[in-house]
């Protein structure tokens, strides 16, 4: 009975962490589209909303359980940190979309307003996905933490739909968020971190916001090479988290 209620307690809290993170979102892009916000306007604003999913997270956090380890905030292991190739493939990727130049005509101040706005989405995302769901799936093993962590990842752009994107482009997304998802669970593990996976995920996001608009042909061959090394890099990790930890629970 105490192993099916936890169970059930897991899953419940997975859904209530999903619910909520997925509602913020759908009230970040209707509160831009309900007021008609534009520009840095609507950047800054939605940048707003989702700090303040992260704020009262974290205040949630502190208040009932004292800590914030438990959302994945700890020290990040000092020997992955000293060997900085190892993030390398993750920052090649993030800079790819830089092929096609930089978008500066909209000024610094839209870059900034993007930082703002992609730091929060980087808080917000590896929070939720990483720090609460991924650690609570961990007591049923890393791979079906990994897994879980990451197929809800994936799914969570479907919400793209709901803002006009095209459904075979939505697809295609939520494949490499899938394959993102497993690599950024798999750094966290290894890590015993939530900090790199925030960098790295707001990088990624930032010099995609960034960056200017290219051809059907560039953006195709662009995030072919991207998944290409996401999908090699997944591997090799996963060879050597399991080189390093023989005896992982594979449930």
């Known amino acids: 009975m105490d192993i099916q209620k936890d169970g059930a307690d897991r899953i419940i809290k997975t859904i209530i ?25 609507s950047v800054v604003v939605r940048g707003f909303i989702l700090w303040g999913l ?11 359980y004292k800590r914030l380890s438990l959302l994945g905030f700890r020290r990040t292991d000092y020997n992955l940190i000293k060997q900085l190739y190892f993030f390398i493939p993750l920052v090649v990727i993030a800079l790819i979309p830089f092929f096609c130049g930089i978008n500066v005509d909209s000024g610094a101040g839209m870059i900034f307003a993007n930082l ?29 933490a990994i897994i879980v962590s990451s197929i809800l990842f994936a799914v969570c752009h479907l919400m793209n739909l709901a803002g006009g994107a095209n459904i075979i482009e939505t697809m295609l997304q939520i494949c490499f968020a899938f394959a993102y998802g497993v690599v950024f669970a798999l750094i966290y593990i290894t890590c015993h971190s939530i900090w790199p996976c925030i960098i790295l995920h707001t990088l990624h996001d ?21 998944f290409a090394i996401l999908l090699c890099y997944a591997v090799i990790i996963i060879i050597k988290s399991k080189a390093t930890n023989p005896k992982q629970d594979t449930n």
């Open 54 to 64: 992260v704020v009262l997270t974290i205040a949630f956090c502190c208040i009932k």
């Open 17 to 41: 962490a999903m619910g909520i993170l997925l509602l913020v979102f759908f009230i970040q892009g209707a509160v831009v589209v309900v007021k008609g916000f534009e520009g840095i306007k």
């Open 116 to 144: 703002f706005l992609t730091l929060g989405i980087g808080l917000c995302e590896e929070v939720y996905f990483r720090g609460i769901i991924c650690n609570l799936w961990l007591r049923r093993g890393e791979k079906t």
């Open 206 to 226: 930032f010099c995609s916001f960034i960056s200017a608009e290219g051809t059907v042909l560039e953006n195709i061959v662009l995030g072919s090479i991207q």
